[in-house]
T-cell receptor, first 109, second 116 residues
Framework: QKEVEQNSGPLSVPEGAIASLNCTYSDRGSQSFFWYRQYSGKSPELIMS????GDKEDGRFTAQLNKASQYVSLLIRDSQPSDSATYLC?????????FGDGTTLTVKP | GAVVSQHPSRVICKSGTSVKIECRSL??????MFWYRQFPKQSLMLMAT?????????EQGVEKDKFLINHASLTLSTLTVTSAHPEDSSFYIC????????????FGEGSRLTVL
């Protein structure tokens, strides 16, 4: 079992729809959780960080964390073609970050 | 967010040569930096943790004599790929964390190495 698991996709949604990205992790001691967006050929850029159970909203993005279920998700509302990228889930424990393999999202105009 | 700069962005070299990649934190001091490698359509793999003023910590399976890391100042870490071979061709990305160990990582632009 991988430490951080994501559906590889590809996930395809129409423009304006909600995209839902999911991530599970195995280390119950994990303390902080992040979503990164990576365009093809580029390095990752931070989209959201979340540290406690519940929802955290930032613009069109909402991160959800459930530590009991070891689950973290990212919702993208009003998806745009520019959101088409690979989304990486990262889990941090005591300074060590572990990344999932990423979910590729395609938003079709 | 914090700015991490990486140079060069692309490098092509002949097999057997050595290549140095620089990673700088531009607006903060980074006592720790991280070096990742990413092959096409794969996720980030942590190669090593670079510690200012001390030896780097390498992940299992990463050859420390092949991937030399130097972190001589609070704003600069370098990765040298020694005697590069075609199988070392990859996307190398450095990152640094602002604040404590639970904070987010900020990534450099990445360096694409092609070994002929």
């Amino acid at each position: 079992q991988k430490e951080v698991e994501q559906n590889s996709g590809p996930l395809s949604v129409p423009e304006g729809a909600i995209a839902s990205l999911n991530c599970t992790y195995s280390d119950r001691g994990s303390q902080s959780f992040f979503w990164y967006r990576q365009y093809s050929g580029k390095s990752p850029e931070l989209i959201m960080s979340i540290y406690s159970n519940g929802d955290k909203e930032d613009g069109r993005f909402t991160a959800q964390l459930n530590k009991a279920s070891q689950y973290v998700s990212l919702l993208i509302r009003d998806s745009q073609p520019s959101d088409s990228a690979t989304y990486l889930c990262a889990v941090n424990n005591s300074g060590k970050s572990t990344f999932g393999d990423g979910t590729t999202l395609t938003v079709k105009p | 967010g914090a700015v991490v700069s990486q140079h060069p962005s692309r490098v092509i070299c002949k097999s057997g040569t050595s290549v140095k990649i620089e990673c700088r934190s531009l607006d903060f001091q980074a006592t720790t930096m991280f070096w990742y490698r990413q092959f096409p359509k794969q996720s980030l793999m942590l190669m090593a943790t670079s510690n200012e003023g001390s030896k780097a910590t390498y992940e299992q399976g990463v050859e420390k004599d092949k991937f030399l890391i130097n972190h001589a100042s609070l704003t600069l870490s370098t990765l040298t790929v020694t005697s590069a071979h075609p199988e070392d061709s990859s996307f190398y990305i450095c990152s640094a964390r602002v604040g404590g160990g639970t904070g987010e990582l900020f990534f450099g632009e990445g360096s694409r190495l092609t070994v002929l």
